[in-house]
């Protein structure tokens, strides 16, 4: 029986996505299809599908950038709370070829969840008893594994695809990012 080939997206954190990027040295950049077909994005500019490699089926108005273009959009991505998504060559799965950065706002993904995705290597781990119920990290949720409910966090940790975005959100630090194992996610309990 044949292997089934992997997701071609995955999911990461920024500090995958940046020790993902400092392994290149040969860069392009992209508009975003999605952006585009939609034409507009509450979150993000337009230019942010970074390539390693110079042509892809697909790429729209692709073009070389230097590694301090791709370290400015890297942080805008961060700042805007946008989701890695490294992505695989179509012919050779086990190698990365580029990261998008992507939202819920027009990203095919968020839009159509039934497109395939590959979640992330981390999960997160919140500390209940130090977590005081702001909201911020559901506020960043993509997935839905963070909501509030009757003023109070709720976590499926099965819809967390390991982003990491809640992370340098929360006040209390009582968020952090761990291996993905059967039991890696689930929070501890409040007091």
């Not at 050779?92 to 839009?111: A, E, H, K, M």
Request: glycine share 8%; net charge positive.
């Amino acid at each position: 029986m044949a292997r089934q080939p992997p997701p071609l997206h995955r999911v990461c954190t920024h500090d995958e996505a940046r020790e993902l990027i400092a392994g290149e040295d040969k860069f392009w950049i992209a508009r975003c299809g999605c952006r585009e077909a939609k034409g507009t994005c509450r979150h993000s500019r337009h230019d942010l599908c970074l390539y390693f490699i110079p042509e892809y089926p697909g790429a729209i108005a692709m073009r070389k950038v230097s590694r301090a273009f791709v370290d400015a959009a890297r942080a805008h991505a961060l700042e805007r709370q946008l989701v890695p998504r490294p992505f695989r060559d179509e012919t050779d799965f086990d190698r990365t070829v580029g990261v998008c950065f992507c939202c819920d706002d027009c990203c095919g993904y968020f839009l159509d969840p039934s497109e395939p995705c590959a979640k992330g290597k981390l999960v997160e781990r919140t500390v209940l008893a130090e977590c005081t119920d702001c909201g911020a990290c559901a506020e960043v949720c993509h997935f839905g594994a963070k909501t509030m409910r009757d003023g109070k966090l709720k976590i499926a940790n099965g819809k967390c695809y390991g982003c990491g975005l809640c992370v340098p959100v929360c006040p209390t630090e009582c968020v952090s990012m761990v291996p993905r194992t059967r039991d890696a996610g689930r929070a501890a309990r409040r007091p």
